[in-house]
Structures are given as structure tokens and as C-alpha cells.
């Protein structure tokens, strides 16, 4: 049964949605919406069977991705996409990515009836977002755009079964058009593109900012799997001046790099550095043995690429130098890149315009990525909205306040219309 629109109770939906995601979903404690995976597929298929009962048109690009939209919508002039992912990282919280979807649904919801009152709206519930599973972000938007790069499709899965293409294939994309590099939207339909989402830090929080926007998105480099190979040996029996050490190769490498971290600090650089995953052999390893081997990532963020680069080169060079120094040597996998966008001047303009006028909005630069910049760095005019998060993200404890959110989903309406 289709339910008028104009009857929903916009708080009632986005909480029953919310609720509905997470239990189906659930993983323990958090939530599991892999890309391209089970999880995710649950996830889109109660946002179709939603949208069904609320009468709104759905259907499914050629990457996979869901689109939502307004069936009373006629107008071919080019449209305003608001949306976010709809995976997860594993047994990560509810609200990242879900939001900005669910936020898309109450904006056409609201728009019923006067829909000319706005541009053209559609909803874009995108998928493989999250870089957890394959190692590699935005899979669902950049093979969209056509900018997917091939060798991605080849990438294993992160517990070793099977590879992205096949996952993709399953849930019904066009692997040979991905593979291309084919669009599988015109750009010039785009008009602009918009995403809510919760902030994925403590600033909000403790500058008790409810709402914020967005004004770039810092770009990283990063190699998910670095080896460190020195040599094996008795804990006991082999003098400093003759081990080969992988693990304190890596101790040194990290303290080096942070030292210079903490430099281009000091000069107004814009930068993070992070090594997420750092494990000897769990077959080999014991109390008694010098680490021979040990397997570590990399990853450095910036709003700046020439900063990403420059980080990025001393790193290899303090690698050369441990190298020659501890007896090692550093076997680097694909480095992968993820350019910096900037948010549309013109509509953070317009945003700050809509907001009344007993909120002042703030302004912040993302740490962490977001869909939002492969449009960007496409030429689609973007930006974004930051809701308050409590207990930051990527795990089970997010917790983002209704109100702040549907104040974050009033403030997008009201620039989408001019009201």
C-alpha cells in the first residue's frame, strides 16, 4: 500500500529507518553493511521497499548504486543529487553514510506537491564507499563517473575470498562498462551534488556545534600493506651490532616520521599520518624470536596534494636510510591516491544564507573522505553538512541526535528552495 506522503511523520521515518538498517544489519555490538557485500544489499533493498510505500520512484544504476526520486517529476533540466553510502565499515556504527540518505528521503518527502518550488531532486544511495573491504574508497561514485581504475576491479576482498569484480558482478553491475572506464551518467544532468553526514571527530562535539559546514576534503596516499624483511634470529644469542630487526626498523621509520609530522605542523601544513595495522607473523612470532618480518600500512591525509607528496617522499627516503642502516629492506604494494576536493563556494554561500538567523554556522575542513569529492574533483559543484556526533565514528557508539540531524535536513531543504 502507497502512503500519502504528506502524512508521513518525517521524525517517525528517518527514527523507524535508522532502527530497521541497524537490526537488520547488526553485527554484535555494531553494525556490518560490507560493499557490494550482504550487508549492504539488506540495507538498499529496505530503502527500495520503503520508497515503494511511500510512492517515491526507485531504481538501480549500472554500478549498483540506488536512486531515489519524486515520480511527479517531469522537468529534464539538470538535477541537485543529495545522498551518501550506504555500507559500513565491520561492526561500525549506524549513522555514517545511512544518514545522508535517509536525509535525501525526508527532502523529496517534503518537497511532494511543490516540487517546482525546487530544482529537480534525486536521491543517490551509493555504494563501496568505505575502503575497509577492498582497499580502495568511493568504488560506487567513481565507477559512476567512469573513473574507476581497472586494476581495482582485481583487488581481493580483505579476508582473501574472491575480488571486487566479482563482488560488483553479483549485485548486478556492468563490470565490462566499469572496466572501461565508461560514464554511466552525464555530468551535465548533474547540477550539483549535496551529502549530509555526521562528523566522524570530537570538534562539534566539544565546540557544541549541532550543525556545520563543509569547506574541503582531505585527499591521502596510502599503501595498505608495507613488508619490512629483516632477519629472523634468537632473542638471546645475536648482539645488537649483527640483528636485522623488522620491528624496530618500523619503531624507528614511525618515530622519524612523526618527528617530521610534528615540523610540517609547525609551518601551517595541513597533515595526518596513521599506520592503522602493524603485525609480525602469528604463525611465527614468539617471545624468544627477533622479528624477521613485519607487515604494516600507511596512510598520510592532507588538504594539500603538494604536502601529500612531500610527506609521502620522506618516507621512502627514511626507508632508504633504515634500510642501509638496520640490514632491511621495504616491499611497498600499490600506492593508491585519493585527490583533495574543495567545496562549492557558491553553495556554502547559499547555505549560510538559508540558515536562520539565530544559528550561526561554522565552517570545517573533513579529515575523513566522502563521496562528495569525486564529484567535486569531477567539476559537480558539492558540499556538505556535518551533524554532531557523539563518540565519533567507525565504531558501534555513534550517536548522532535526531534533532540535530532533521535541523541539518531543514537547513539543506531550505537552500534547495530559497525559502
Known amino acids: 500500500m502507497t502512503v500519502c506522503a504528506t502524512s508521513v511523520d518525517t521524525r517517525a521515518l528517518a527514527q523507524s529507518l535508522f532502527s530497521e ?13 560490507e560493499s557490494y557485500g550482504a550487508g549492504e544489499n539488506t540495507a538498499l533493498r529496505i530503502l527500495e521497499d520503503r520508497a515503494e510505500e511511500l510512492g517515491l520512484g526507485h531504481e538501480r544504476d549500472r554500478a549498483g548504486n540506488l536512486w531515489l526520486s519524486l515520480p511527479e517529476e517531469t522537468r529534464t533540466e539538470p538535477f541537485v543529487a543529495i545522498g551518501s553510502h550506504a555500507d559500513s565499515v565491520p561492526q561500525g556504527g549506524n549513522y555514517d553514510g545511512l544518514a545522508g540518505i535517509v536525509a535525501g528521503m525526508l527532502m523529496l518527502l517534503q518537497l511532494r506537491g511543490r516540487h517546482e518550488e525546487a530544482p529537480p ?11 575497509a573491504w577492498y582497499g580502495k574508497a568511493y568504488l560506487g561514485s567513481l565507477s559512476l563517473l567512469g573513473k574507476l581504475p581497472a586494476a581495482t576491479l582485481t583487488r581481493p576482498h580483505r579476508d582473501g575470498t574472491g575480488v571486487l569484480g566479482e563482488a560488483m558482478s553479483r549485485c548486478g553491475a556492468d563490470v565490462e562498462a566499469i572496466q572501461r572506464g565508461e560514464p ?17 571527530g570530537p570538534v ?22 608495507i613488508r619490512c624483511i629483516g632477519e629472523t634470529g ?51 612470532h614468539a617471545v624468544s624470536v627477533i622479528p624477521g618480518e613485519v607487515a604494516f600500512s600507511f596512510e598520510v591525509r592532507s588538504q594539500d596534494t603538494q604536502t601529500l607528496e612531500r610527506f609521502y617522499t620522506l618516507m621512502r627516503e627514511e626507508c632508504q636510510a633504515i634500510e642501509r642502516a638496520r640490514g632491511v629492506r621495504f616491499e611497498f604494494d600499490e600506492r593508491l591516491f585519493t585527490e583533495p576536493a574543495t567545496m562549492d563556494a557558491g553553495w556554502l554561500q547559499r547555505l549560510e544564507a538559508a540558515a536562520p538567523q539565530d544559528m550561526k554556522l561554522e565552517r570545517m575542513a573533513s579529515g575523513a573522505g566522502h563521496d562528495a569529492a569525486v564529484f567535486a574533483n569531477a567539476g559537480v559543484p558539492s558540499a556538505m553538512v556535518f551533524i554532531r556526533n557523539e563518540n565519533g565514528s567507525h565504531n558501534p557508539h555513534e550517536a548522532m541526535d535526531t534533532e540535530d540531524f532533521l535541523t541539518g535536513v531543514a537547513l539543506l531543504a531550505r537552500a534547495l528552495t530559497g525559502a
Open 21 to 33: 538498517i541497524r537490526e537488520a544489519t547488526r553485527d554484535g555490538l555494531g553494525v556490518t553493511r
Open 121 to 131: 531532486l534525486r536521491v543517490l544511495a551509493l555504494r563501496g564507499e568505505e575502503s
Open 184 to 200: 554511466l551518467v552525464d555530468l551535465a544532468h548533474i547540477a550539483a551534488y549535496l551529502e549530509l553526514h555526521i562528523e566522524q
Open 204 to 225: 562539534m562535539v566539544n565546540r557544541g556545534w549541532p550543525v556545520a559546514l563543509v569547506t574541503g576534503i582531505r585527499g591521502n596516499v596510502r599503501h595498505n600493506l
Open 234 to 284: 634468537h632473542s638471546g644469542a645475536v648482539p645488537r651490532w649483527l640483528r636485522k630487526d623488522a620491528l624496530l626498523a618500523i619503531a624507528e621509520l614511525l618515530s622519524r616520521m612523526d618527528e617530521h609530522w610534528r615540523v610540517l605542523l609547525q609551518m601551517g601544513m595541513d597533515l595526518v599520518m596513521t599506520t592503522g595495522i602493524c603485525s609480525t607473523s602469528a604463525q611465527s
